[in-house]
């Protein structure tokens, strides 16, 4: 699975890297090193038309959404909590995922992600989880395949109240290789620039297609380094998490 994870860049930044027009003035989000489910992270997607015959332009952003999905039949947005990650086997076909994935689909910058590796100590016996962050070779950002999903607050009268809608997402994983691999068994998948515009386009719903657009993240090309526990905790936060533990 892929818990946590980190997203440093700005606005600025990202809107030229995955080509999005207008850079939003509004919304922003602080640097985060220890991304946490429920969290609002960047996400980078392409609206459906909104006309009334369907037949609106359809428009590239880049806008804040809530870390865990909350499918629209959901009854409240605890859901979400359980929701971080959609495994790539099985994405299509789950009742809380199939129809964002045909339809609602977006990308996750990250600089990279954590995973823990079950280690025993030589001295005790005893188990313990060590941290590993793990990002591409290269340090350029990771575009995580990632799912979204409209959720209706009931108790919100106004539909066109902001407060009535909650936008949530999900991350798509699949078995790790490579560095990951030697870390934990599942990882975060990723798309390349050349299939961003296909991923994103609401229009193409075929799942066969989508499925053969995902990638390891950089092309399997990964580092993991050893990381403070520190990180264990949602309350730390800061560059000092990825350091390399020297042991």
Same mark, same amino acid.
């Given at each position: 699975?892929?818990?946590?994870?980190?997203?440093?860049?700005?606005?600025?930044?990202?809107?030229?890297?995955?080509?999005?027009p207008?850079?939003?003035?509004?919304?922003?989000?602080?640097?985060?090193?220890?991304?946490? =489910?429920?969290?609002?992270?960047?996400?980078?997607?392409?609206?459906?038309?909104?006309?009334?015959?369907?037949?609106?332009?359809?428009?590239?952003?880049?806008?804040?959404?809530?870390?865990?999905?909350?499918?629209?039949?959901?009854?409240?947005?605890?859901?979400?909590?359980?929701?971080?990650?959609?495994?790539?086997?099985?994405?299509?076909?789950?009742?809380?995922?199939?129809?964002?994935?045909?339809?609602?689909?977006?990308?996750?910058?990250?600089?990279?992600f954590?995973?823990?590796?079950?280690?025993?100590?030589?001295?005790?016996?005893?188990?313990?989880?060590?941290?590993?962050?793990?990002?591409?070779?290269?340090?350029?950002?990771?575009?995580?395949?990632?799912?979204?999903?409209y959720?209706?607050?009931?108790?919100?009268?106004?539909?066109?109240?902001?407060?009535?809608?909650?936008?949530?997402?999900?991350?798509?994983?699949?078995?790790?290789?490579?560095?990951?691999?030697?870390?934990?068994?599942?990882?975060?998948?990723?798309?390349?620039?050349?299939?961003?515009?296909?991923?994103?386009?609401?229009?193409?719903?075929?799942?066969?297609?989508?499925?053969?657009?995902?990638?390891? =993240?950089?092309?399997?090309?990964?580092?993991?380094r050893?990381?403070?526990?520190?990180?264990?905790?949602?309350?730390?936060?800061?560059?000092?998490?990825?350091?390399?533990?020297?042991?």
């Amino acid at each position: 699975m892929c818990g946590r994870y980190a997203s440093t860049r700005g606005p600025q930044e990202l809107a030229p890297l995955f080509n999005v027009p207008d850079v939003p003035v509004r919304e922003t989000l602080a640097p985060s090193w220890n991304v946490a =489910p429920t969290d609002e992270v960047w996400a980078v997607l392409e609206r459906a038309p909104r006309g009334e015959d369907g037949d609106g332009p359809v428009e590239r952003a880049l806008r804040p959404l809530r870390w865990g999905l909350v499918p629209s039949w959901a009854k409240d947005p605890k859901a979400g909590a359980r929701m971080i990650n959609a495994r790539v086997e099985t994405v299509h076909e789950r009742p809380a995922f199939r129809r964002a994935f045909t339809r609602h689909r977006c990308l996750l910058p990250a600089d990279g992600f954590y995973e823990w590796e079950q280690v025993k100590d030589p001295g005790t016996g005893k188990v313990r989880k060590q941290p590993y962050f793990i990002h591409p070779e290269d340090d350029r950002v990771m575009a995580l395949a990632g799912l979204y999903a409209y959720w209706r607050d009931r108790t919100v009268q106004q539909d066109d109240d902001p407060a009535a809608w909650l936008m949530t997402c999900t991350i798509i994983t699949t078995e790790a290789t490579d560095a990951a691999g030697r870390v934990h068994p599942r990882m975060p998948l990723a798309l390349t620039p050349e299939h961003y515009d296909a991923w994103l386009d609401p229009a193409h719903q075929d799942a066969d297609e989508l499925r053969a657009l995902l990638d390891q =993240p950089a092309g399997g090309h990964l580092d993991a380094r050893p990381v403070s526990t520190a990180v264990n905790s949602v309350r730390n936060n800061g560059p000092q998490l990825l350091d390399e533990l020297i042991s």
